[in-house]
């Protein structure tokens, strides 16, 4: 399943449960949002995987595998999603956390991501 999906047709309306979640970064200095999109039934799939493996009903961001690469997106105690960041926006967000939680002299431990 492709990640990247159009709007449906002008004219056409189908429920929001159905439409594709659209990566919410907004760090774009230009002011343009990214145009990244993915399927909501594999988002919230994940997230009830996630959900059932760590037995916690807490809302929190969670990272999924897709399409090759990895998502991140936040989670709600009743199963749905409210949001997605694309792979890149994803990793670019990682970065910016990272390098303001980090000083120099820190020491750093990468774990693999492992699927």
Do not use: K
């Amino acid at each position: 399943m492709d990640a990247i999906e159009i709007d449906p047709p002008a004219g056409v309306c189908a429920p929001v449960a159905e439409l594709p979640l659209r990566c919410v970064w907004s760090g774009a200095v230009d002011g343009c949002s990214c145009q990244a999109r993915i399927q909501r039934e594999i988002v919230t799939r994940a997230w009830r995987q996630e959900l059932e493996a760590s037995g916690d009903r807490e809302a929190r961001f969670f990272h999924f595998i897709a399409d090759g690469g990895v998502w991140m997106a936040y989670g709600m105690s009743d199963g749905q999603v409210r949001g997605v960041y694309c792979p890149s926006h994803n990793s670019q967000r990682a970065e910016r956390s990272h390098a303001a939680h980090c000083r120099a002299g820190d020491v750093v431990l990468e774990l693999p991501l492992a699927a």
